[in-house]
């Protein structure tokens, strides 16, 4: 009544590794801290750092193999906030780069986070928001 199957299957149950580009957990871990280096430099250049920010692409460029693009895009966001934001990426890029053991980016990271919470602080002092 019914008739076998004579032709293969289009679907597999257990797919060829082969068929899928895998990276290592330190070309991954790159990425990430790459990407969040990226995301501190943006708000870097928007506090108009330009000293901190060409020290943050650096590093980006050595992730990378190539340099970041850089852009004026502006949030127009309160300097207390990008302080903040900065402060906070620092702090992610800092756990990526222990986590690598990137020296390099740990002290960088941790640096900009110290600049970052003296600039709260200051702004606080002064009555900024």
Do not use: C, N
């Not at 900065?86 to 941790?110: F, K, N, P, Q």
């Amino acid at each position: 009544m019914y008739e076998p199957i004579r032709s293969k299957s289009v679907h597999r149950m257990a797919a060829d590794r082969a068929d899928f580009p895998h990276r290592s957990r330190e070309e991954e871990l790159d990425i990430q801290l790459a990407g969040h280096l990226a995301a501190l430099l943006a708000v870097t250049d928007e506090l108009g750092l330009g000293a901190a920010a060409d020290r943050i692409a650096t590093q980006i460029a050595r992730l990378r193999g190539a340099p970041p693009a850089r852009h004026a895009g502006l949030t127009h966001a309160a300097t207390i906030a990008l302080h903040r934001r900065a402060h906070e990426l620092a702090g992610r890029a800092l756990v990526v780069a222990a986590s690598r053991a990137d020296t390099a980016v740990a002290i960088l990271a941790a640096e900009r986070m110290d600049a970052h919470a003296a600039a709260l602080e200051e702004l606080r002092l002064v009555g900024a928001h």
